[in-house]
C-alpha cells in the first residue's frame, strides 16, 4: 500500500491542498467561528482568529511536518478561499481503512461541495490502496448523512455512545461506508 498523504486535488469546482499560514482568516470567517457549523461537531466554535490561528499550526502544519496525514483544505477556485476541510481523521493501514471528517462554511452548504470533496479524496485514498473508508455523523444530523449517501456511501447502521459531543458527552452516530469494488 502506497501512503501519499496530503497531495493536492482537483475536482471540477475545487482545490483540495495541505493548509498553509494565512489560511486562518478564511476558516474563522467561513466556518471556525460559526455555531450553526459546529452545532453537531466534536469542538465549539472559535471566539477569535488566535484560536483559529492556534489550531491551523498544531492540528495541520505540525501534523503535516510528521508526515502519515491526510487533512485537506477545501479551496474555492472561483475565490481561492478555504471554506471548509476534509480530512481522515483514523486510518488503519495494515486493515487498508479510513475514516473521514469534514467540515464546510455554511454559505457554502446544499451546493454539492461536500459531496465532491469526498468523492475526490475517496478515490485518492483507494488509488494508494485503501479498501474501506468510513464516516459518521452525529444521529441528529441527517444533512452530513445526506451528503455521505452522495459522496457513494451507504448506510451501515448506528453506533451507540460512539463519539463525543462538544460537551463531553459520548452520543450515538449514524454509520457510512464505501469500499472499493
Not at 23 to 50: Q, S
Not at 56 to 63: A, D, I, P, R, T
Not at 71 to 100: C, F, M, P, R
Amino acid at each position: 500500500m502506497s501512503f501519499l498523504g496530503t497531495k493536492e486535488i482537483e475536482t471540477e469546482r475545487l482545490i483540495l491542498r495541505p493548509f498553509k499560514l494565512g489560511d486562518e482568516v478564511a476558516m474563522f470567517k467561513n466556518y471556525c467561528n460559526d455555531e450553526r457549523v459546529c452545532e453537531f461537531l466534536t469542538w465549539r466554535p472559535h471566539k477569535n482568529i488566535e484560536v483559529t490561528k492556534e489550531y491551523l499550526q498544531v492540528c495541520c502544519l505540525e501534523k503535516y511536518n510528521l508526515g502519515l496525514t491526510y487533512k485537506w483544505a477545501i479551496v474555492l477556485k472561483e475565490t481561492n478561499e478555504v471554506i471548509g476541510a476534509i480530512d481522515v481523521i483514523n486510518y488503519k493501514i495494515e486493515k487498508h481503512q479510513a475514516s473521514l471528517g469534514y467540515v464546510l462554511g455554511y454559505n457554502f452548504w446544499g451546493k454539492g461541495f461536500m459531496p465532491e470533496a469526498g468523492k475526490a479524496v475517496i478515490n485518492h485514498l483507494f488509488n494508494e490502496g485503501f479498501v474501506r473508508v468510513d464516516a459518521w455523523h452525529h444521529i441528529k444530523n441527517e444533512k452530513s448523512g445526506k451528503v455521505m449517501q452522495k459522496m457513494g456511501m451507504t448506510y451501515e447502521g448506528t453506533l451507540k455512545k460512539f463519539d463525543m459531543d462538544k460537551d463531553g458527552k459520548l452520543q450515538d452516530m449514524k454509520l457510512y461506508a464505501i469500499v472499493k469494488n
